[in-house]
Nanobody
Framework: QVQLQESGPGLVKPSQTRSLTCTVS??????????WSWIRQPPGKGLEWMGV???????DYSPSLKTRTSISRDSAKNTVYLQMNSLKPEDTAVYYC?????????????WGQGTQVTVSS
């Protein structure tokens, strides 16, 4: 059974750059059965899709975040990464990675438990 586990820095100061990690177990991130999205939920708000990396390593990003966001992977570690630059207080959110069905945007089979990132001085 495929499982996703996020980890991240917790508390971050504004303007810093930080990375989050999504470790996938129970299945390879390169098989093509899933693609891998990052999604966040700010306090009191809805889910916001941030970007995706597919099994071939191709990426796509939300237009509102693409200048500050980079998604990458390490196939040997079966891990997907989210790097965010120039962090702002409004980036405070719970960050999730999710396994999506290729060709079916917005449909996710599996979610991690989420990791809280707080941007504050």
């Amino acid at each position: 059974q495929v499982q996703l586990q996020e980890s991240g820095p917790g508390l971050v100061k504004p303007s810093q750059t930080r990375s989050l990690t999504c470790t996938v177990s129970g299945g390879s991130i390169t098989t093509g059965y899933y693609d891998w999205s990052w999604i966040r939920q700010p306090p009191g708000k809805g889910l916001e899709w941030m970007g995706v990396i597919d099994s071939d390593g191709r990426t796509d990003y939300s237009p509102s975040l693409k200048t500050r966001t980079s998604i990458s992977r390490d196939s040997a570690k079966n891990t997907v990464y989210l790097q965010m630059n120039s962090l702002k207080p409004e980036d405070t959110a719970v960050y999730y990675c999710a396994a999506g069905i290729p060709g079916r945007p917005g449909e996710y089979d599996l979610w991690g438990q989420g990791t809280q990132v707080t941007v504050s001085s």
